[in-house]
């Protein structure tokens, strides 16, 4: 069965920081990958998701999510964070093969700070 | 613009009602989804329908049931509302054209249910 994992379960960064957040997968071959960003008081919306080819994926918002298949981790980035990002991002994996449903990390909430 | 429209953003009811949940989506999709959101515990899938009065199981199935009589209505029935199922329910379709990769890519924006 596959699975995600969300490690981080709050982060805070400074405005115009860098910022990383972390997905690990678990599944037996190479899956669809996504990240989701929900607003507070919103439903989820798709930032990105990578299917096959370049195994870096660009999204909206200025977000870039880098595939690495050696460490079974989908890393969500972007290079200069604005107060507006503050919300929390969600990871989600879905198997390519048999039944399987999209499976959901358990979330990461982004604070930031002036 | 795509959108998937939930009919209540905040909801109260009581223990043993029955309760639906309505939601719409303008795309012509067949792929409809129903998800609870718990701190900590992420979107856990309940149910999903994949044409008109076709449904299938998700995760956490139990104490809800669905209805799906038209493609764009997707409706999650708590036949007797209890106060663990007191959550965020989140609705979603999967973008227009997306064919086999039809996984929930537009959300509604959630009906906070409390189960008093």
């Known amino acids: 069965a596959q699975s995600v994992t969300q490690p981080d379960i709050h982060i805070t960064v400074s405005e115009g920081a860098s910022l990383e957040l972390r997905c690990n997968y678990s599944?037996?071959?190479?899956?669809?990958l996504f990240w989701y960003v929900q607003s507070p008081g919103q439903g989820l919306q798709l930032l990105l998701k990578y299917f096959s080819g370049d195994t870096l994926v660009q999204g909206i918002k200025g977000f870039e999510a880098e595939f690495k298949r050696s460490q079974s981790s989908f890393n969500l980035r972007k290079p200069s964070v604005h107060w507006s990002d503050a919300a929390e991002y969600f990871c989600a994996v879905w198997g390519r093969f048999g039944n399987e449903k999209l499976t959901f990390g358990t979330g990461t909430r982004l604070t930031i700070i002036p | 613009d795509v959108k998937v429209t939930q009919s209540s953003r905040y909801l109260v009811k009581r223990t043993g009602e029955k309760v639906f949940l309505e939601c719409v989506q303008d795309?012509?999709?067949?792929?409809m989804f129903w998800y609870r959101q718990d701190p900590g515990l992420g979107l856990r899938l309940i149910y999903f329908?994949?044409?008109?009065?076709?449904?299938e199981k998700g995760d956490i199935p139990e104490g809800y049931s669905v209805s799906r009589e038209k493609k764009e209505r997707f409706s999650l029935i708590l036949e007797s509302a209890s106060t663990n199922q007191t959550s965020m329910y989140l609705c979603a379709s999967p973008a227009p054209g997306t064919g086999p990769f039809s996984q929930p890519q537009h959300f509604g924006d959630g009906t906070r249910l409390s189960i008093l």
């Open positions: 599944y037996g071959a190479t899956p669809y």
């Open positions: 329908s994949y044409d008109v009065k076709m449904k």
């Open positions: 795309m012509d999709h067949e792929n």
